[in-house]
């Protein structure tokens, strides 16, 4: 009896979960890994919103839009799944010992040789998985700051959408992305970390913490920074983030993995038969219909391919597509598709549909440059190269370096602020040309290059970033990284071949301010290590040695070590269309109809900060506009549940593809399936409950 009642209560339980599509109660979310059950390998032949880039971004989105059961939602994903990678993927400290770098998970890009670095062709890794980037990065999850986020909204200035941009909204989506921990009690002593709660989301998919293990050099950081002036910040997450602190990481403190898109945004989620994710799928480009009664182009489909080019097929749009491909993806796909500046659509042999010279444009990232001491002090490399009892725990294992200062001017420059701030004033009109042959490209750099030295040099803003780690066996380093370049540079494309890399131009150390602020920050970094107490864990420096003193000696030596610090932004920058501006305040691309973007490179600045923290942001942002452009109003979902998942199967029909050669691509394929699962409407839901009704009777009057 008992079991015929509870069978009974069973089917009345699915039937109630297989109507709704539930609003995701991510804090909940069972901390053992979870199986991503909307990744296929059939699509349908067209979907409501085309998502291009299953990365950081792209996850997001995918997530939040598919809660709308009445939408369709397809992200495509250059890379794999990462199922092959994942136990490498889940530790945090394998960003260090078992690094995704040398795996097909990074893209492997170069820029060109870098006048201002020796002529050196500087490594840029990128992820090329499921979740991108936050699969494969260092973790790190700070935020910008209220000055960067004013600085912002100043340069797009009342334009329609303005507000979703303000720091109060961000703010506000950048929480709703997390899901903050404090730190145990062990590593709160022994690191001196403080925190604000009210700083940080509590519900969202991605957990923000810190590592179950430290080392003492990390509480340690805290006081040699202020012996050299540095102010140590105890809330660098509610809008003033400068000055030093330890920054809480992407860990899930519950098993101590990394927490990130795929983990957060996918794995969790029930099967949602109106949401697909569909892995090595590299986009080539967007299809536009042959006329636009608006007079700007409509994407009617994404093309992409599976084969490395040998094939390619067409997935139908039926509302739009959304580029979250990143800083070098996002600009390289609007150009494959005849979007972008003429010149070098031109010069590829792209024929040029809708001419934007932004796209591409107002290229910023963190260059940065590190000292490095011996020291004869455990350090993370060196207990884990002797393979030390504690270094197989899950604790240890979630260690990753997290101490950061963000230091501004004053405290680089004294009181030479005003004059060094003037001087930057008075140099632009040599380095415009340098950065455009387009006026209004120009113009833009020129907004972005008065903001910067007005609002954020001559402020409390972090100008380098400093960071110390002991990830290296038997050494300890701290790094210094440009935060805010006046050196601004591209990404272009120089072949009508959309699986040849881009071309990759920081323009590295072209400015002399950024020369000026990098070299004052990397000696700032000596300082700090020759302080008390952190000078009692160096032995002595080996790189660049006690050799180098002067500031010409500094200079040259920079030049030859420059990296990248892995935060390439603003290359479908939000501006007005006469500054070079990609995308307007509802991030559509101007002259497209229907296509916005939606990733890091949509910011026209860069921030002081490391960029994971603002791109969930954004891209929540992103999701929440969209909505609300789509529905008039995001709907309240009635049914929420814990445990989030449904018994409802999500299956594809056997799909046909029609596909053409490489060689004939000029024609778009397309691929056809038939969907097998759709959103329940009410005649669906009356039948449910009618079988379910008859099955209750049915075990009562059985008994």
Request: net charge negative.
């Amino acid at each position: 009896m008992r079991r015929d009642l509870f069978l009974a209560a069973a089917v009345v339980a699915v039937a109630e979960r297989a109507l709704a599509i539930p609003t995701q109660n991510w804090a909940e979310t069972e901390p053992q890994r979870l199986s991503a059950r909307n990744i296929v390998d059939q699509v349908d032949e067209a979907y409501d919103f085309v998502i291009v880039g299953g990365g950081l971004a792209g996850l997001v989105l995918g997530a939040r839009l598919s809660e709308d059961s009445n939408h369709t939602v397809l992200v495509l994903e250059a890379g794999g799944n990462g199922d092959e990678y994942r136990d490498q993927i889940d530790v945090p400290g394998n960003a260090y010992y078992k690094s995704l770098w040398p795996t097909d998970l990074n893209w492997d890009f170069y820029t060109v040789p870098q006048e201002g670095a020796n002529n050196t062709s500087c490594e840029w890794p990128r992820g090329k998985v499921l979740g991108g980037s936050s699969a494969i990065n260092g973790l790190y999850m700070n935020r910008p700051g209220q000055i960067e986020l004013n600085a912002w909204q100043d340069l797009i200035g009342d334009m329609d959408g303005a507000d979703n941009w303000s720091w109060a909204s961000f703010y506000a989506a950048m929480k709703k992305s997390e899901t903050f921990t404090a730190p145990v009690d062990d590593v709160v002593q022994e690191a001196a970390i403080t925190w604000e709660a009210s700083s940080h989301g509590t519900n969202g998919p991605i957990h923000q913490s810190y590592p179950g293990y430290t080392f003492p050099y990390v509480g340690e950081w805290s006081t040699a920074v202020q012996t050299v002036g540095v102010e140590v910040t105890h809330d660098a997450y509610g809008g003033k983030n400068w000055g030093a602190y330890v920054a809480t990481s992407a860990i899930n403190p519950t098993n101590w993995t990394r927490s990130y898109s795929r983990s957060g945004y996918l794995d969790p989620l029930p099967p949602r038969a109106n949401y697909d994710v569909l892995a090595n799928a590299q986009v080539t480009r967007i299809v536009f219909n042959s006329s636009s009664p608006s007079g700007n182009l409509t994407a009617s489909g994404v093309e992409y391919t599976r084969d490395g080019g040998a094939t390619k097929l067409t997935v139908g749009v039926k509302k739009e597509v959304i580029l979250a491909a990143g800083t070098v993806g996002s600009p390289t796909v609007l150009m494959h598709s005849g979007v972008g500046p003429k010149d070098v659509l031109t010069a590829a042999g792209v024929e040029v549909l809708s001419e934007l010279p932004g796209v591409g444009q107002h290229l910023q990232d963190h260059v940065s440059v590190s000292l490095q001491w011996s020291t004869d002090n455990p350090t993370a490399g060196s207990m884990y190269a002797d393979n030390d009892t504690v270094t197989t725990t899950a604790a240890y294992l979630s260690y990753v370096n997290s101490a950061v200062a963000y230091v501004n001017s004053s405290v680089l420059f004294g009181n030479s602020v005003s004059s060094l701030k003037s001087n930057i004033l008075s140099q632009f009109s040599q380095f415009a040309t340098k950065a455009s042959s387009d006026e209004n490209v120009v113009s833009g750099y020129k907004a972005i290059y008065d903001t910067t030295a007005n609002d954020i040099f001559n402020g409390p803003t972090g100008l380098v970033e400093l960071l110390i780690g002991n990830n290296v066996d038997g050494a300890i380093r701290i790094g210094a990284a440009l935060q805010h370049p006046f050196s601004h540079g591209s990404i272009t494309i120089n072949s009508s071949n959309p699986l040849d890399y881009p071309v990759i131009d920081p323009r590295y150390l072209t400015h002399p301010a950024d020369v000026q602020i990098l070299r004052e920050g990397i000696k700032l970094a000596r300082r700090i290590g020759e302080a008390q107490p952190l000078a009692s864990e160096m032995k002595e420096e080996v790189y660049p040695g006690s050799a180098v003193q002067t500031d010409e000696e500094w200079e040259e030596w920079m030049r030859g070590g420059v990296f990248t610090e892995f935060h390439p932004s603003s290359t479908c920058s939000m501006l007005p269309l006469d500054q070079g501006g990609v995308v307007d305040a509802n991030l559509r691309v101007y002259g497209l109809a229907n296509v916005r973007v939606a990733d890091a490179s949509v910011p026209p600045i860069a921030f002081s900060a490391h960029l994971m923290g603002s791109t969930y942001g954004l891209a929540e942002q992103a999701s929440t506009l969209i909505r609300a452009y789509h529905n008039k109003k995001i709907p309240v979902i009635a049914h929420t549940s814990s445990n989030n998942s449904t018994d409802s199967s999500h299956n594809k029909a056997a799909s046909t593809t029609t596909a053409v050669s490489a060689s004939t691509a000029t024609s778009s394929s397309s691929a056809t399936a038939t969907n097998g699962a759709s959103s329940l409407d009410s005649r669906s839901w009356s039948f449910i409950t009618t079988v379910a009704a008859f099955m209750v009777s049915t075990f009562v009057f059985s008994m």
